[in-house]
């Protein structure tokens, strides 16, 4: 198949704008809890506040109204830097309301990406998370040459922070704030998202009022067993992505309560407080709550025993899968009881863990090896994949409840169509599909045909499932003139919970090598549970560079993992020489994008004098 499209579920023509899908609910359930908000300074376990959806826009409208005094005009940029948190929610529906466009920074970035961002987008007007963040935005509005209008703290700060400003507005009539919130229709410009750049610099994503209307209401549509007044979810994605905004918008519209973390780190001592229904999380953390139930099994001497639960689940979840394409097939007697003690011994207490109400999970930003999924959803816990890019507004795909085919990104959204082309790029047009990128320069080369280019490769199966298969510009190729897609080989290592990222190399060279980044804090669990005390306190450099590990007995275990990988491969794309190193996998340590890919031709560079060691060695690993 070479063509998919998904039909629209839900027409976008009655809404003016994306506030509409807050005063639609406003209208309909005033007092039903939209939010809880951690107090300031407040342990996990306290009470958190909760805040109706009356409320929410009563704070709204008064922070709008704030704005609008400052001066703020229709049309005019507000930039947002910040953690995550409920202060972010409401600054960036009030600023709709105040009719401004939104520019969300990551709260991670250097002062440089920070005066970019700020000087294309022309940001005069920003609320800051911190006092460090608001001194980031002057210093980088000053480096921009753009005089400041105001720039306003979450944190307290007494005459410059959202209390302050809110104070300031009440002058301002509600008449003045609604005909501001009417001002943009579905073709208004919402936000300016600058894309991570993983291989060039970031662009300026112009993504409408329409493209989020559209996408939320049709997916909310698609997903009502997940998405409903019932339930809630915490939210601990960088609130600058357009996923963690999209999801807000889908939970805001259909009274799905949303309680926001900061913290990635709070996020499991939390689950047993909130008590989530649904989350969004990356591959990684997936694959952290297996290796530490893996962990815990093993210092209980239960590691045979955890290694034959794991089994069984991706079993169940095999069957699962294939009930949810129509078989019939029933459990042998021997996998009903395994699956039974299991649940007993192991399953039920990973979802206990995971706050015991979890309907299902939802996996992105990176590729899902297939038996992981299975493996959750043998526990019962389903994980649905989806794909998409801050271009699409997010999901541009996405497996459903009850047709889950693990391996594939799912079928595309309601209101899009994704289109195979003769080199097997993936093509995208639909509801969510963006305007254009800010510099006209930079679309030059990102339409074909009403279609964009996601860069990304892939395939379409009899029922428009899609299945990725890499990055169209990351091929190498070797001396020998074979071209390899090295996405592949990377996500079978990074499947391992020791790797936190895994780097082919070898364009031009005689074969391809490997390098496998480690993750300092499974690796110190595992030194500690195998008495390797010598990497029990495994830390990153300081100075950005990277850190060769030679510990035979690491390279021994890490060396499965890549055979493995290897063999699920053709001769020709295989490793065959590689290396394990530690980095810093921060931003700050300018190998990873705000949402922690990593950066190729940066880590490449950096990296050049290891690269070149598997290739002067005749012999060994490196």
């Given at each position: 198949m070479k063509e998919a499209t998904s039909p629209v579920l839900v027409d976008s023509a009655t809404y003016r704008n994306a506030t509409d899908l807050l005063m639609q609910r406003f209208r309909n359930a005033p007092d039903h809890v939209a939010f809880e908000v951690r107090g300031a300074g407040a342990a996990i376990t306290d009470t958190w506040?909760?805040?109706?959806?009356?409320?929410?826009?009563?704070?709204?409208?008064?922070?709008?109204?704030?704005?609008?005094?400052?001066?703020?005009?229709?049309?005019?940029?507000?930039?947002?830097?910040?953690?995550?948190?409920?202060?972010?929610?409401l600054t960036d529906m009030a600023a709709w309301f105040a009719g401004a466009v939104v520019v969300p920074v990551y709260e991670t970035s250097a002062r440089p990406q920070v005066t970019a961002i700020l000087s294309d987008a022309n940001v005069r007007f920003a609320v800051a998370g911190t006092a460090g963040h608001a001194q980031l935005l002057e210093q980088g509005m000053d480096d921009a040459g753009l005089v400041s209008a105001g720039i306003w703290t979450m944190d307290p700060c007494p005459g410059a922070d959202l209390a302050a400003l809110m104070a300031s507005g009440t002058g301002v009539a509600d008449t003045?704030?609604?005909?501001?919130?009417?001002?943009?229709?579905?073709?208004?410009?919402?936000?300016?998202?600058?894309?991570?750049?993983?291989?060039?610099?970031?662009?300026?994503?112009?993504?409408?009022?329409?493209n989020f209307v559209g996408q939320i209401i049709n997916v909310a549509a698609a997903y009502t067993d997940v998405v409903n007044e019932r339930g809630n979810t915490i939210?601990?994605?960088?609130?600058?992505?357009?996923?963690?905004?999209?999801?807000?918008?889908?939970?805001?519209?259909?009274?799905?309560?949303?309680?926001?973390?900061?913290?990635?780190?709070?996020?499991?001592?939390?689950?047993?407080?909130?008590?989530?229904?649904?989350?969004?999380?990356?591959?990684?953390?997936?694959?952290?709550?297996?290796?530490?139930?893996?962990?815990?099994?093993a210092k209980k001497h239960l590691g045979k025993v955890w290694e034959m639960a794991q089994g069984t689940a991706i079993e169940w979840g095999r069957l699962a899968e294939a009930r949810d394409a129509g078989a019939t097939a029933k459990p042998s007697l021997s996998l009903f009881l395994r699956h039974a003690l299991f649940d007993k011994l192991f399953y039920a207490r990973i979802r206990g863990l995971v706050g015991?109400?979890?309907?299902?999970?939802?996996?992105?930003?990176?590729?899902?090896?297939?038996?992981?999924?299975?493996?959750?959803?043998?526990?019962?816990?389903?994980?649905?994949?989806?794909?998409?890019?801050?271009?699409?507004?997010?999901?541009?795909?996405?497996?459903?409840?009850?047709?889950?085919?693990?391996?594939?990104?799912?079928?595309?959204?309601p209101?899009?169509?994704?289109?195979?082309?003769?080199?097997?790029?993936?093509?995208?047009?639909?509801?969510?599909?963006?305007?254009?990128?800010?510099?006209?320069?930079?679309?030059?080369?990102?339409?074909?045909?009403?279609?964009?280019?996601?860069?990304?490769?892939?395939?379409?199966?009899?029922?428009?499932?899609?299945?990725?298969?890499?990055?169209?510009?990351?091929?190498?190729?070797?001396?020998?003139?074979?071209?390899?897609?090295?996405?592949?080989?990377e996500g079978y290592v990074e499947a391992d919970p020791l790797v936190a990222h895994a780097l082919m190399v070898g364009e031009g060279k005689p074969y391809l090598g490997g390098l496998?980044?480690?993750?300092?804090?499974?690796?110190?669990?595992?030194?500690?549970?195998?008495?390797?005390?010598?990497?029990?306190?495994?830390?990153?450099?300081?100075?950005?560079?990277?850190?060769?590990?030679?510990?035979?007995?690491?390279?021994?275990?890490?060396?499965?993992?890549?055979?493995?990988?290897?063999?699920?491969l053709a001769s020709s794309e295989q490793v065959r020489r590689f290396v394990l190193l530690v980095t810093d996998l921060t931003e700050a340590g300018g190998m990873v994008t705000p949402t922690l890919k990593l950066k190729r031709a940066a880590f490449a560079e950096r990296t050049r004098s290891i690269v070149d060691t598997l290739y002067a060695q005749a012999k060994g690993q490196g």
């Open positions: 506040r909760q805040v109706t959806t009356a409320a929410y826009v009563e704070e709204v409208q008064a922070l709008a109204k704030g704005l609008i005094n400052a001066g703020l005009q229709p049309g005019d940029s507000l930039g947002i830097m910040s953690p995550t948190r409920y202060e972010w929610a003045t704030v609604e005909e501001r919130r009417l001002l943009a229709d579905l073709d208004s410009v919402a936000t300016i998202v600058y894309t991570s750049g993983t291989t060039a610099a970031p662009k300026g994503a112009l993504i409408t009022h329409g939210i601990f994605l960088p609130m600058a992505h357009v996923l963690a905004r999209g999801l807000q918008l889908i939970c805001l519209a259909n009274g799905m309560r949303i309680a926001h973390l900061s913290d990635p780190r709070d996020v499991v001592p939390a689950l047993s407080v909130l008590r989530p229904t649904f989350l969004v999380v990356a591959p990684r953390v997936l694959q952290k709550i297996q290796s530490s139930a893996a962990d815990a099994a015991g109400r979890l309907d299902c999970l939802l996996s992105g930003a990176a590729a899902l090896d297939a038996e992981l999924s299975l493996f959750f959803r043998g526990m019962s816990l389903p994980v649905v994949e989806g794909y998409g890019l801050t271009e699409t507004t997010a999901p541009l795909t996405g497996n459903l409840p009850g047709a889950i085919q693990s391996g594939t990104v799912g079928v595309p959204m209101g899009t169509t994704v289109r195979i082309s003769d080199d097997g790029e993936v093509l995208a047009r639909g509801v969510g599909v963006f305007a254009g990128y800010r510099r006209a320069t930079d679309n030059d080369d990102a339409f074909v045909d009403g279609f964009f280019r996601t860069g990304d490769l892939g395939s379409l199966d009899s029922d428009g499932r899609l299945t990725l298969s890499g990055r169209s510009k990351d091929v190498i190729v070797t001396a020998g003139g074979k071209t390899v897609s090295p996405s592949i080989w496998v980044l480690l993750d300092p804090d499974t690796v110190a669990a595992w030194a500690e549970r195998e008495g390797v005390t010598e990497l029990a306190g495994l830390r990153p450099p300081h100075d950005g560079g990277a850190v060769r590990i030679e510990d035979a007995r690491l390279l021994a275990v890490v060396g499965k993992a890549v055979d493995a990988a290897n063999a699920r």
